[in-house]
Nanobody
Framework: QVQLVESGGGLVQPGGSLRLSCAASGFIFSHYVMAWHRQAPGKEREMVARIGSADDSTNYASPVKGRFTISRDNGKKTVYLQMTSLKSEDTAVYYC?????????WGQGTQVTVSS
């Protein structure tokens, strides 16, 4: 049974930091490209950051470049998103995504709210 379980969301003040985690099970984690997406109220879901399966290459959406860092630990089957210098516009539900050949898995999401 495939599971992606996100954690680490919450309420943070502007300028603050949060670290999201996504624990995976039920598939060969190291074979999958992992990504974080987010969806703000009234907006479409967008990709935030992605990390490759073979070479750990990363890419980021323009609004978060230089502030967010994605990483993975294949031994722990976990992907992380370190978020710094958070802004109100980062408020959204953040989803973990695993993509492989013919497979696309999603977590349930974790809420991140940036507000004073």
């Amino acid at each position: 049974q495939v599971q992606l379980v996100e954690s680490g969301g919450g309420l943070v003040q502007p300028g603050g930091s949060l670290r999201l985690s996504c624990a995976a099970s039920g598939f060969i984690f190291s074979h999958y490209v992992m990504a974080w997406h987010r969806q703000a109220p009234g907006k479409e879901r967008e990709m935030v950051a992605r990390i490759g399966s073979a070479d750990d290459s990363t890419n980021y959406a323009s609004p978060v470049k230089g502030r967010f860092t994605i990483s993975r630990d294949n031994g722990k089957k976990t992907v992380y998103l370190q978020m710094t210098s958070l802004k109100s516009e980062d408020t959204a539900v953040y989803y973990c995504n695993a993509r492989g050949v013919g497979s696309d898995y999603w977590g349930q999401g974790t809420q991140v709210t940036v507000s004073s």
